[in-house]
């Protein structure tokens, strides 16, 4: 018996062996390509790209998954007892397996075979980091023990904290969410540190299935979730059973953050900055690489731009008629479901989609469209409101078969199941003004002309309708506008404010043809001073003056200045016939306002890496006292701004001067009623396709163009100095406000002399129309009355006889305003 006993123990121990060894080589082939875990040391995920506005404002956010990595210690306790309590109560005790939890899942398993149902893995927070980042998410048991195996290597390796904030760094908590930091903001808009106990519950119950506990799509069983998260949190301690019953009673209360863009009236700046950052570091770095951007954006300038342009162009639009509905539908219905459907302007918020319900002699009755709840509901009440008289009024002149006809009351205008845009009135409850849409449209920046910061830019009525960027993309001709380039390549190489130029008919031979420019208001004024070329615009003036100093020098001015890259030094150019664009031009003018100082535009300050380590900076001025220790009677530290001198600081102070004059005297008296010292220039192209205005101060330059993307004339009698200058004023009377007026410094050693506005020769003491022009050291007044284009014989310069007209305008000293 005991012979037989001995045998089979050593059967057994042999069997046993045998199992041992196979059970080794099984587990030693699951082991040979495990994956290495020494790169949990390096990990950086992808991580949300956040820009901010000047202001430290959140602007907008980019990702291909949205996470803010935490560093565990900046995770309140409040949190990681919810993730404890939901996913490993024995997390900081086991080995990296919980072997308890691993029976019990074992005993669960074994009793559900046959039933179809998933079986239960039991992981520990250690597996589920094993799993996520080093295997893939197959349900087999080969997969289970390298989980395991790799569980028991990364507990010896790194502490328990660094695996926690692994895992809470990088799952996924669905609405496109990852890390904990992330899932805060994309639910609550809230940082991690402000969620209450049931809202970092909440969170904690996503991992294990997030679109199994949806706040909306599955409310109940999401609520059901969070509190079993709650009840764990009570049981384990972490929380008083009076606190956690208090929680349960709260709704899920989530509150989903948008996505895109943030800031009000910032899309076009937020999409300009986008792509910069794209071209500059790639696609991945914007997406992934968790970069900090600080941009340039004055949130309360971009304010006050976007409605001075927007006020523009409806004022125009408006003028020109009623064009039609958006949308018609069918209101037999619900039309409130049907209304909800149409696309809406996200960033007009101050108007509302609008169907035709009712529409009679005397009024229009309209219903709005419903807004949608968080959930995605829309709204059960049908809200209905009138159209104001005055709001409507503009309408009655609509556009029909491309003619404007003029309507004798509303019902011919509007009519039942017509989809308009309404906005509130400012008076009277249920009350609404019609609005459109405006076809013309237009860009406008703003800058800081030391720096070259843009602080603000609008890229036209509405990002929404059009995400085209007017100020940065689109090509147009700046016509008038780029005469103070041609005059100050002048004045920076031997004219001087007072030399005079022959305003007379121009016919000029170009190849086989000839060009014959016209002032734009058809007549001549005779032999004038560059001021007064510049401040009622003169084109033939601009001609000669280009002309006699050669295209050449003009073309280089322009590079120079940043309008063009290369300019062909062609005659016409020098009124502006090349094409450019608002954020070029505005460039342009800030060296000017700069004392001649090149910059750079720039929509981005600074750039950090996920690290705070700065990778770009746009101020490259040096400071070399900046960094001193300590203080040894030492000098205080100069900012040295080694920007390149493209342009005399004396002739930057002429060309400033006589654009002043634009201002006070010229194309642009509209601005002058601001009661500040600016200077500016209008443009108005051919056939009035587009009109222009750029100003500045010393400390702001803002441009803009108005004028429609397929370029069509915007009327007789479109001008800078009447569509654009007005929408500059809006805005600088808001933007300087509380400002303190600030004239233009006058540059040392510049001399100024009192001189006859005809002649430009100095006035006699006592003279009349007399004016104080700035002349550099070494220049003044000529001794003699000499013409620019006007040689002996009396022709105009370019070998043809003056005209009886010209002549008499020469003798009078007449001319047209422009």
Not at 218 to 241: C, F, K, L, P, S
Not at 298 to 309: F, G, H, I
Not at 666 to 684: D, M, Q
Request: include cysteine; proline fraction near 5%; aromatic fraction near 8%.
């Amino acid at each position: 018996m005991i012979r037989l006993i001995g045998y089979f123990f050593g059967v057994g121990v042999m069997l046993a062996l045998v199992a041992a060894a196979g059970v080794g080589i099984y587990i030693s082939a699951l082991t040979k390509d495990l994956p290495d875990y020494e790169v949990l040391a390096k990990y950086e995920p992808p991580v949300t790209t956040r820009v901010h506005a000047g202001d430290g404002s959140l602007m907008g956010e980019f990702a291909r998954e949205r996470r803010l990595f935490l560093p565990i210690q900046a995770v309140p306790d409040r949190v990681k007892a919810a993730f404890l309590s939901a996913e490993d109560k024995n997390f900081y005790t086991h080995p990296g397996i919980d072997v308890t939890g691993l029976v019990r899942a074992i005993v669960t398993n074994f009793q559900n075979l046959g039933s179809g149902r998933r079986p239960v893995g039991a992981s520990t927070i250690t597996q589920q980091v094993a799993k996520n980042f080093l295997l893939s998410s197959s349900q087999t048991y080969d997969r289970k023990i390298r989980e395991m195996i790799l569980a028991f290597r990364i507990e010896q390796a790194y502490s328990k904290d660094r695996i926690l904030e692994l895992y809470m760094n990088e799952i996924f908590f669905g609405l496109g969410a990852y890390g904990i930091a992330g899932a805060a903001l994309t639910y609550f808009d809230k940082s991690v540190n402000e969620l209450t106990v049931a809202e970092a519950a909440y969170m904690a119950a996503l991992p294990k299935g997030p679109s199994n506990y949806h706040p909306f799509k599955h409310t109940d069983r999401a609520v059901e979730r969070r509190n079993w998260v709650i009840d764990q949190m009570v049981e384990n301690g972490y929380v008083e059973r009076a606190e956690g019953e208090k929680a349960k009673a709260e709704p899920l209360g989530v509150s989903p953050r948008r996505k895109g863009t943030y800031l009000f009236a910032g899309e076009y700046f937020t999409e300009e900055v986008r792509r910069e950052i794209i071209a500059r570091y790639g696609e991945d770095a914007l997406y992934e690489g968790g970069l900090s951007v600080r941009t340039t954006l004055d949130p309360q300038l971009q304010l006050y731009a976007r409605k001075a342009l927007q006020n523009g162009l409806m004022k125009f639009d408006r003028l020109r008629g009623y064009r039609g509905p958006r949308e018609k539908i069918d209101i037999s219905g619900d039309w409130g479901e049907a209304l909800a459907k149409v696309k809406s302007l996200d960033d007009v918020p101050e108007w509302r989609l609008a169907v035709v319900l009712e529409s009679t002699k005397d009024s229009v009755s309209v219903g709005l469209q419903p807004r949608r709840e968080i959930s995605g509901a829309l709204e059960a009440a049908r809200e209905t409101a009138t159209l104001s008289e005055d709001g409507m009024n503009w309408a009655l002149r609509y556009v029909s078969n491309g003619k404007r006809v003029k309507a004798s009351s509303p019902e011919e205008v509007l009519i039942p199941g017509d989809v308009v845009f309404v906005e509130k009135a400012a008076d009277g409850e249920g009350i609404y003004d019609l609005r459109q849409i405006p076809e013309v449209s237009g860009g406008m920046v703003a800058m800081d002309p030391h720096t070259g910061r843009v602080l603000a830019m609008v890229g036209g009525f509405s990002y929404s309708d059009s995400e085209f960027n007017r100020a940065t993309q689109a090509k147009r001709q700046p016509g008038s506008s780029f005469k103070p380039i041609v005059y100050a390549a002048a004045l920076d190489n031997g004219y001087t404010p007072a030399s005079v130029i022959m305003d007379g008919p121009i016919t000029i031979k170009i190849g086989n043809s000839t060009w014959t420019p016209k002032n734009y208001d058809g007549k001549a004024a005779g032999p004038s001073t560059l001021r007064n070329g510049i401040e009622r615009s003169r084109n033939l003036m601009t001609v000669r003056l280009a002309n006699d100093m050669g295209m050449k020098l003009v073309a280089e001015y322009a590079e120079r200045f940043g309008v063009y890259d290369k300019m062909a030094p062609h005659i016409a150019m020098s009124l502006g016939s090349g094409e450019t664009t608002v954020m070029r031009m505005v460039s342009a003018y800030a060296v000017m306002a700069n004392g001649g100082r090149q910059i750079k535009p720039s929509l981005i300050d600074r750039i950090q890496d996920r690290y705070g380590k700065t990778v770009f900076k746009h101020d490259e001025r040096s400071c070399e006292g900046c960094v001193a220790k300590d203080w040894m009677d030492q000098p205080e530290p100069e900012l040295i701004d080694n920007a390149e001198q493209v342009l005399d600081p004396m002739t930057a102070y002429q060309i400033t001067s006589m654009m002043e004059g634009v201002v006070t005297r010229g194309t642009a008296t509209t601005v002058a009623e601001l009661g500040r010292p600016i200077a500016g220039k209008t443009g108005t192209t051919n056939d009035e396709k587009d009109t222009w205005f750029i100003g500045y101060t010393p400390n702001l330059v803002v441009g803009l163009y108005l004028g429609y993307d397929k370029p069509q004339g915007l009327g007789k009698g479109s001008t800078g100095g009447g569509l654009a200058a007005p929408i500059f004023k809006e805005f600088m009377a808001e933007a300087l406000k509380d400002k303190p007026i600030v004239d233009f410094q006058v540059p040392e050693g510049m001399k100024l002399i009192a001189i006859n506005r005809k002649t430009g020769m100095q006035a006699a003491e006592g003279e009349g129309g007399t004016i104080m022009e700035a002349f550099k050291p070494g220049t003044g007044p000529a001794d003699s009355y000499w013409v620019i284009g006007m040689s002996e014989d009396g022709s105009n310069g370019f070998g043809e006889a003056l005209s009886p007209q010209a002549n008499k305008a020469i003798q009078s000293g007449g001319g047209g305003l422009y």
